[in-house]
C-alpha cells in the first residue's frame, strides 16, 4: 500500500529478511528492528503505520511492548506474531490493545490481508486526527474576529466557561455571532468529541419544535410512523444549542426545566423517562427579565439559563472591527469566485463604517459578498456597494439639484428594482435600450 510505513521486529534474521522482502513487494515502506531497544528508538524518529512484532524477543514480551506503546503511539496498529500461539496470550494481547495475534509459519499466507487491514485502519485514524485538528483551528476562539474590547471581554469569558459544564446563555441582536460563540465553546471544552446539535426555536410549531428536541414514539400523532430522536438524544455527551430561545412556548420551556435539572425528558407518546448527559447553550435577542415580568417566559427557566451570561456587542458597538471583517470576507469571496480582489477603497470602508448595521456581521457578510460579485476591479469601490449606500454618499460630491446626479441615482434605482435586467429598466423609464446602454456608460454605473 503506497504511502504505507511497517515496522518489523524479530530477532530471527532469516526471517524478518523474509518478510521484509514479501512486504516490500506489496508497496510497503519497511523498518527492522531485531530488539525492542531499538525499537523504541526508531519509532520516536520514523513514522510508523503498523507493527509486525515478534512475542519472544531478547529484551522483551512483545504483548507487553503494545500496551506500553499503545498510550503513547495511539495511531499504530500492531500485529503480534509468535511461534507458539496460545490462547491465553493471545486474548491478553487484544485487550492491551494488538489489532491481531497469529502463529508464524502456519499462517504466513495471512500476513499481507492482515497487513493491509490494518494498514487502512491506521490510516483511516489519522486522517479522522486531522479532520478533528481542522475542526478544532475551524471553530478556535482565535478564529473569531476583533480587537474591540468589548469582542475581547466576551472571549475572554466564553474562554472560562468552556472548560465547564456550566450551562451558557448569549444575548445578542441578531447577527451578533452567538452561533459562532456556542461552537467555540463546545470544541473548546471536554465534550469536544460529543456531537454540537442546533436548532432555531423560532422556525418551527410549537408541536413540530417538541418533536425535534425530545423526539417521538411511532404513533404519537399522524404521520409519527417510526420512532424519532430528538436533538436531546443526538447531543449525550455534547452540547445542545437552542437559538433563539425567547420564542420557545411556555409548554416546552417546562419539559426543558427537567432536563436541565435533572438530565431527564421524556419522548413525545412514551412515558418512560430517559437520561441524557448534554450541555444546554442558549441565545437570544430578547430581553428575557422582561419577558418573565411579562409572563412570556418561565421565571424558574430564566434562572436556570442564566447561570453564566455573555452579552455579545452589536456591529455599531464595534465599528473600528468593520475593517478586519471587511478585509477578511473581501478575501474569502475573492477566492471563492476566482477573482483577485486585493481589497477595498477608502470611500466604499467609510460607507461601511458610517452604515447603520441593522443586522450586524450577517448583514456585513453578504453586502460585501454582493460587492464581490459585481466588483470588475482588483478593489472594491462605492458602485459595488448597495443602491442605498450609494445615495447616503451622492452628495459628497454632487449637488442635489444636478440633473445628472438624480438620472444617475433613478438608474441605479430602477435597475436594483430589476434586479441588473437592462430590457426591464428601459422600458419602465419608457426609454430606448440603447439609450439606457450609454448613459450607464457615461455614469460608469454596475
Request: net charge neutral; aromatic share 6%; proline share 3%.
Amino acid at each position: 500500500m503506497p504511502n504505507a510505513s511497517v515496522l518489523i521486529i524479530d530477532d530471527e534474521d532469516k526471517l524478518r529478511g523474509l518478510l521484509k522482502r514479501i512486504i516490500t513487494l506489496e508497496g510497503y515502506t519497511v523498518l527492522e528492528a531485531p530488539t525492542l531497544k531499538l525499537a523504541h528508538k526508531i519509532l520516536e524518529k520514523e513514522p510508523v503505520d503498523v507493527i509486525l512484532c515478534d512475542v519472544k524477543l531478547p529484551d522483551g514480551n512483545g504483548v507487553d511492548f503494545v500496551q506500553q506503546i499503545k498510550p503513547q503511539y495511539p495511531l499504530i496498529e500492531t500485529i503480534l506474531l509468535t511461534a507458539y500461539g496460545n490462547i491465553h496470550d493471545g486474548v491478553q494481547a487484544i485487550k492491551n490493545g494488538a489489532f491481531d495475534y497469529i502463529t508464524k509459519g502456519d499462517d504466513n499466507e495471512k500476513i499481507i490481508p492482515l497487513l493491509a487491514r490494518a494498514t487502512e485502519k491506521a490510516q483511516l485514524q489519522k486522517r479522522i486526527q486531522q479532520l478533528e485538528k481542522q475542526v478544532g483551528r475551524k471553530y478556535s476562539f482565535d478564529t473569531i474576529l476583533g480587537n474591540s474590547s468589548s469582542i475581547k471581554q466576551a472571549i475572554a469569558m466564553a474562554q472560562k466557561v468552556s472548560a465547564t459544564d456550566a450551562t451558557v446563555l448569549l444575548m445578542g441582536e441578531t447577527g451578533s455571532g452567538k452561533e459562532v460563540f456556542a461552537q467555540a465553546i463546545h470544541f473548546n471544552s471536554k465534550r469536544t468529541k460529543g456531537n454540537f446539535v442546533a436548532i432555531n426555536c423560532s422556525a418551527f410549531t410549537k408541536d413540530l419544535l417538541e418533536s425535534e428536541i425530545f423526539g417521538h414514539k411511532a404513533g404519537a400523532f399522524t404521520g409519527a410512523v417510526k420512532d424519532k430522536k430528538g436533538l436531546i438524544e443526538e447531543a449525550d455527551n455534547g452540547t445542545l444549542f437552542l437559538d433563539e430561545m425567547g420564542e420557545m412556548p411556555l409548554e416546552l420551556q417546562a419539559k426543558l426545566l427537567r432536563v436541565l435539572e435533572n438530565n431527564e425528558y421524556i419522548k413525545v407518546g412514551d412515558t418512560k423517562t430517559l437520561k441524557a448527559n448534554v450541555r444546554i447553550i442558549a441565545a437570544t435577542n430578547r430581553n428575557l427579565e422582561e419577558e418573565v415580568n411579562n409572563g412570556h417566559f418561565r421565571e424558574d427557566l430564566f434562572y436556570r439559563l442564566n447561570v453564566f451570561t455573555i452579552t455579545l456587542p452589536s456591529l455599531n458597538e464595534r465599528k473600528e472591527d468593520i475593517p478586519l471583517f471587511a478585509t477578511f470576507y473581501v478575501k474569502m469571496f475573492s477566492d471563492k469566485l476566482g477573482k483577485n480582489i486585493k481589497g477595498i477603497d477608502k470611500e466604499a470602508l467609510q460607507l461601511l463604517k458610517n452604515h447603520n448595521w441593522k443586522g450586524n456581521i450577517r448583514e456585513l457578510k453578504n453586502i460585501i459578498e454582493r460587492a464581490c460579485i459585481l466588483a470588475d476591479g482588483h478593489q472594491l469601490i462605492v458602485n459595488d456597494l448597495p443602491i442605498d449606500f450609494q445615495e447616503v454618499h451622492e452628495p459628497r460630491f454632487l449637488s442635489a439639484f444636478d440633473l445628472a446626479a438624480v438620472e444617475k441615482l433613478h438608474i441605479q434605482r430602477v435597475l436594483n428594482h430589476t434586479g441588473g435586467n437592462k430590457t426591464e429598466a428601459a422600458r419602465l423609464m419608457n426609454i430606448g435600450l440603447t439609450t439606457l446602454y450609454r448613459k450607464i456608460e457615461e455614469y460608469g454605473i454596475r
